[in-house]
């Protein structure tokens, strides 16, 4: 019979803590032993004959005829976690689970020190559940060694609701699924071929990375000597996050690559409910130099607006192979788009193929800087487009790396260009079947923009004269 920890991760708590603190016994997962643990101690749970926590069979006989309501899994300031590769898998029969931020709420994390072998850690499952709102999930796994490790070890992903069961509204503090190496993170992730573990959420309402006070966190698969692992969000509203950090490494015997990641925020298909949100880096390269796979591609639909703050990475570094394509970035919204940061897309092959950044808007698309050297082709899909930074790379008319919708206007500043070519002037630009219909201009000076203000007033003016 599988068992795991309740852990007291909070210092202070008195011995007299009341047994909701921690787990209602009668709507919640059965312990063995006494139900009111002292400050720093264990509780034992019990798992049925499938290695499921089952709020169906709260006694874990294997049956699940045990009546009890849905009403979710309490934790506190509590955390449920392993001390070995044992995974922890969660059944709450409809019930919402929640635990207080600021600590680990559900952790298979392991730290092996200078270890290079035997370093598993569990898989977290969350299944027929109702709300989330936890601290940090965490299935990480830590080494410093500088030894071959052998054959690679497992970092367990993290699955919370399924296709045909999805879960709530989710609010985690962070999500971490990752495999750390730092012996070697400064040159080139050497010592060890675990792949980080997958994210995957499927949800019916908000998927929010944050804590309760409001702070984001991160989503992090990478892996510092393999391949980082899938992000898949399926659901029906807004998401938001600090980062979506899956940097991937490779070493000798081994493929590295991003393995990417997917977005819906649209499940439902009843129209975009909510928008995306990353206040810093969304990170999916390819980091090391020699060996590894094409990167997968980042797919962003169903939302209202996008917005990501901090530089987007999907570049492939290996020169080995002539398929070490780097990722795109396909992104639709409803609205507005907006990407703050530099973005990288670049690859090290001649014969490999660069990332595309693929772009298509209901309202408006607005980047900062962008280097047409670093990409294959950047696709802006909307009437209108703002580059508000430095444009790099341009070649002037019709140039096949900048296209835009049929008869769709990008706009430059000029006052930030470097580029002999982006002085002031315009050209014309291909849009996505290839024709000239397309425009590049620079954004009206003050001057033009006061004429333009008062031409408008003019206007106005004249027609309100006209009614009367």
């Known amino acids: ?66 009546a009890v309501a849905p009403g979710g899994l309490s934790l506190g300031g509590f955390a449920l976690t392993t001390d070995d590769s044992t995974a922890i ?24 020190g200078g270890s290079a072998v035997g370093g598993a850690t569990g898989a977290v499952t969350i299944t027929n559940a109702g709300n989330l709102a936890l601290g940090v999930i965490n299935t990480a796994r830590r ?39 730092t012996a070697d993170s400064a040159n080139g992730y050497t010592y060890n071929k675990t792949s980080g573990g997958n994210v995957t959420i499927y949800g019916s309402g908000d998927v929010l990375v944050k804590d309760s006070v409001g702070t984001y966190g991160n989503i992090v698969t990478w ?9 898949t969000v399926s659901h029906d509203g807004g998401f ?26 649209d499940a439902n298909l009843d129209g975009a409910d909510g928008d995306f949100y990353v206040a810093g880096d969304v990170l999916f390269a390819q980091v090391r130099l020699t060996y590894g796979d094409p990167n997968g591609n980042i797919t962003i639909t169903g939302y209202r607006n996008v917005t990501i703050g901090g530089k987007i990475e999907t570049y492939h570094a290996s020169s080995q192979y002539t398929d070490n394509n780097a990722g795109s970035l396909i992104v639709t919204a409803a609205g507005n788009i907006v990407l703050d940061g530099a973005i990288d897309m670049h690859v090290s092959n001649a014969s490999a193929v660069a990332g595309t950044l693929d ?35 341009f070649a ?8 835009t ?39 009206p000076e003050p001057a033009t923009l006061a004429l333009l203000a008062i031409g408008g007033m003019g206007l106005l003016s004249a027609r309100r004269r006209r009614r009367r």
Do not use: C, W
């Open 1 to 66: 019979m599988k068992r795991i920890l309740l852990l007291a991760l909070v210092l202070g708590i008195s011995p007299a803590i009341s047994q909701a603190a921690v787990l209602d016994a009668t709507t919640s997962l059965n312990l063995l032993a006494n139900p009111i643990p002292l400050a720093g101690g264990t509780q034992n749970v019990t798992a049925n004959g499938s290695g499921v926590y089952d709020f169906a069979d709260r006694n874990g006989d294997g049956t699940t005829g045990d």
């Open 89 to 112: 898998k969660l059944s709450l029969n409809g019930g919402s689970i929640t635990g207080n931020s600021g600590i680990a709420g559900i952790s298979t994390y392991r730290n092996l």
């Open 143 to 181: 080494s410093t060694s500088t030894s071959s490790p052998g054959a690679p070890n497992t970092v367990g992903s993290i699955t919370i609701g399924e296709v045909a069961s999805r879960v709530g509204d989710v609010r985690v503090d962070a999500l971490y699924a990752a495999n750390y190496n």
């Open 223 to 231: 892996s510092h000597g393999a391949q980082s692992g899938l992000i």
């Open 240 to 265: 938001a996050a600090a980062g979506l950090l899956a940097t991937a490494g490779g070493v000798y015997g081994t493929t590295g690559k991003a393995k990417g990641a997917s977005f819906n925020g």
């Open 359 to 393: 772009l298509a808007a209901g309202g408006t698309i607005t980047l900062n800087d962008l280097n047409l050297a670093l990409l294959k082709q950047a696709k802006l899909g909307a009437a209108t487009s703002h580059i508000n930074g430095v444009l790099s790379g």
């Open 396 to 403: 002037g008319d019709n140039d096949p790396r900048l296209r």
């Open 405 to 443: 919708y049929l008869g769709g206007t990008v706009i430059y500043d000029p006052s930030v260009q470097t580029d002999p070519l982006l002085q002031g002037q315009s050209y014309s630009l291909l849009d996505f079947g290839g024709n000239p219909t397309g425009f590049l201009v620079p954004i």
